[in-house]
């Protein structure tokens, strides 16, 4: 009896993953509104591991390159995955849900792919509390016209982030796809 109850112990522990990535912050509550106007809270995001970016739709910089990326992600990560990928609008004003709408059907690729916008000053307060990345307003000496990171960060299914990548890095999506992979396999 102590046998199978020490092989049990063993086989318990074999299966367990841990991820090496380290647990930086729990994202704080907020809610968002999704391009089909649906509330979205981003504790609503639990028990899945999630990789977030910020945009805005009209950018002419950096967005286009993250979008591109994002979608270059979700090629590869497994389908049936429990993941989901959002991106965060930091120009609420403009990106209403049906400018968020029109811009899902030109970039998703993935229906696990999402785009929240939201209250000004609560997409702020998340980006810079939350994910500890920077956002505000415009830029000085000629930048994008409003703040906002370049990073993905992957959140694992408690809502702690354990990444960041750069987006533009050219190997940003296998390395997203590998942190992704990792975090899904841990209990």
């Known amino acids: 009896m102590k046998r199978v109850a020490l092989l049990l112990a063993l086989l318990v522990v074999a299966c367990h993953h841990e991820s090496q990535l380290p647990k930086l912050f729990t994202l704080p509550d907020a809610q968002l509104t999704s391009e089909a106007g649906k509330a979205v809270r981003v504790s609503d995001l639990k028990g899945y591991v999630t990789v977030y970016d910020?945009?805005?739709?009209?950018?002419?910089?950096?967005?286009?390159?993250?979008t591109r990326s994002m979608q270059l992600t979700t090629k590869k990560v497994d389908s049936d995955a429990k993941v989901r990928f959002v991106s965060i609008s930091v120009d609420p004003l403009r990106d209403t849900p049906a400018v968020l709408a029109d811009y899902a059907k030109k970039a998703r690729n993935d229906s696990?792919?999402?785009?929240?916008?939201?209250?000004?000053?609560?997409?702020?307060?998340?980006?810079v509390e939350g994910f500890k990345l920077a956002a505000g307003d415009k830029v000085a000496n000629g930048g994008e016209?409003?703040?906002?990171?370049?990073?993905?960060?992957?959140?694992?299914?408690?809502?702690?982030?354990?990444?960041?990548?750069?987006?533009?890095?050219?190997?940003?999506?296998?390395?997203?796809?590998?942190?992704?992979?990792?975090?899904?396999?841990?209990?």
């Open 54 to 66: 910020f945009i805005f739709t009209n950018c002419t910089g950096t967005c286009p390159m993250m």
């Open 112 to 127: 696990r792919w999402m785009f929240l916008t939201g209250n000004r000053d609560e997409i702020v307060r998340l980006s």
């Open 145 to 187: 016209p409003l703040l906002h990171s370049a990073k993905f960060a992957i959140v694992d299914r408690h809502g702690v982030v354990r990444q960041y990548i750069s987006s533009l890095d050219d190997d940003a999506p296998d390395q997203v796809a590998r942190a992704v992979d990792d975090l899904l396999r841990e209990d």
